[in-house]
């Protein structure tokens, strides 16, 4: 597992299995977003799997998959959400985190300034820059 922090309320990752729910859970995640969509490759672990694994210890599990079809308004609404109502850090995952990334990047517009989001995702090791425009307004 391969966990980049963003800031203390959140953490990405690329692709995990469910053998990782048990230190994810021991780092102090209270939830676990997944924004990789069911099928994407023949290794990738079904959403249900993860979210069986997450249930067993006892953390919150959120399927927000992110594909082909691109950005919703809903999927930032729904990050926000699960962000906004979680009593601890959320992790959250998707093939290499760049998904996760933009979800978390999006659903903290007007919350936070644009050059600050940015900052965070880059210090993480994701350029977020070309969203800047959609962060710079409040969604």
Known sequence: MELKRINEHVSVSPQISPEDVA???AAGFVAIINNRPDG???DQPP???IEAAAHAAGLGYHFIPLGREGVSPQMVEDTKSVLEGSAGPVFC???SGTRSTTLWALSQAGKQPA???ISA???AGYDMSHLAGHLSQNQ
């Open 121 to 123: 995702a880059a210090n």
């Open 115 to 117: 050059a600050e989001i």
């Open 23 to 25: 230190a994810i859970k």
């Open 47 to 49: 959403s249900a799997v």
């Open 93 to 95: 995952y998707c093939r």
């Open 40 to 42: 994407e490759s023949p």
